[in-house]
């Protein structure tokens, strides 16, 4: 039932335009569960970026090895010692870019040693995820094969932490440059006769934290250094220069590195935001599986602050950057849980729920509603790490139902944005409530209207009454992703028990859509 607290929201869900007045308390509270939806005709310039489903790949546990690179006499399909299994499973949901080679790893990391004969590398230990050793048998030939493979951006994080502007050019050079230098003539020498003309560059990880513990002052002083070094080479396109941005809600690194970055020395600037369901980063982060309805709703609550986070930065940015023309880049994010018993606390492997899923459909819709400025984001991480979307055991894997929802989400990748307008109900849950759903839309270069619903009730279904002014369409199909619980997921023995199937809950009534959404679902329509 709406009270009339819930009218406080109603901006939540319109980002770009007003609805305030559009409704009355009288019909609000008629229409409980039913929603009456808009599907704006937008603005055919602005898209939604398809760097928004980026994806992550830091040296941390299994993701690196084991999870793309495996010991030569492991029996799956491979390309030298990349997994082919898992590279299908990423070409299918086309990974827009790549994040590499972290994360807090990046900051330690010498690209130096992860080229040449690979006997020849030196090993190191991975300070940050377990103190495992690195034999850097993965190094940037083979990430950029990887990326090569899957027909991604690479995204590559230079070590500013405990490395030197000289270093950072110098991979800068190797990598782009296609003059007789020492550096390039290397990289021939190693296989690569021409530069791989990268132009994707973070100056740094958490450069508050891991990356180096700065201030935002003496950080933006770093970045400014590193940045007039980031060459660019004839042979390539010129760099996207990414400043480390900021952490959760700190608005004042976000402010400091505006007010101090000259424009155009950035190309983009990053946030990071994590969801723990617990909402503490000390003690339980709170548990992948197994959980109760009351984590189930404190997780969501805590992933929601997407928002608000999203909302405090942009409105920063645009006190700057008034054209936004510097992009701001979500390029961690995703939930973090305990890791699963028995496995080393480093590695952060854990579990992924329908309630994952819901969330990384909520999230993603949060960012295409944001397109204006949000022009990418990196889901952490890939594989078999936090909030991963494929998981592997040996010789197996298995498709999380995060996935799913990436699967689902991809005809939204460089779409034209169209506005919503709606207002949600609540789901209540102790006395607490958060809006029951959430959506986003666009259309895509063939003219069919895609929209992403998210129903976060675990127990009510609703009613959507939807209208689409200036759009004319015939038909309508649609894919779902729901299962029996939300706790819900996929092991090595069933591992799809949670997958997509066919949605039959919507029908065209005249040029109107009646679209019934189950509890716990994720549902893209198409329109054409
Ligand atoms: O994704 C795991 C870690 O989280 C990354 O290495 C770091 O950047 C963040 O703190």
Redesign the pocket.
Known sequence: MLSIRSFSRLRWHVPHTGLLAALSLTSLLASAQTVQLTVQPGDPKLLISKHIQGQ?A?H?GRCIYDGIWVDEKLNVPKQGRIRMDVVRALQKIHVPNLRWP?????DTYHWHDGVGPTAQRPKMLNM??GNNLEDNSFGTHEFLELCQLLGTEPYLAANVGSGTVQEMAGWMEYLNSNDDTPLVLERRKNGHPEPYKVSWWGIG??SW???GNMTAEYYTDVYKRYATFAHNYPASPPLKKIVSGANGDDANWTETCMKRIPLNQMWGLTL?Q?TLPTGSWSGSKGKATGFGEQEYFNTLRNGLRMEAIVTKHAAIMDKYDKDKKVALLVD?W?V?TDVEPGTNPGF?YQQNTLRDALLAGTTLNIFNNHCDRVRGANL??AIN??QAVILTDKERMLLTPTYHVFDLYQVHQDAQYLPLQFQSPDYVLNGEKIPALNASASKDKNGAVHISLVNLDPNKPLTLETTLPGVSWKSVSGRILTSATVADYNTFDKPTNVQLADFKGAKKKGSNLAVTLPAKSVVVLELK
């Open positions: 992550f830091e941390l972290g994360g807090c790893f990046a940050w995820w990880n958490e934290g891991c990356g990071h994590y961690e995703g973090w952060l952490a991480q790490v936090l």
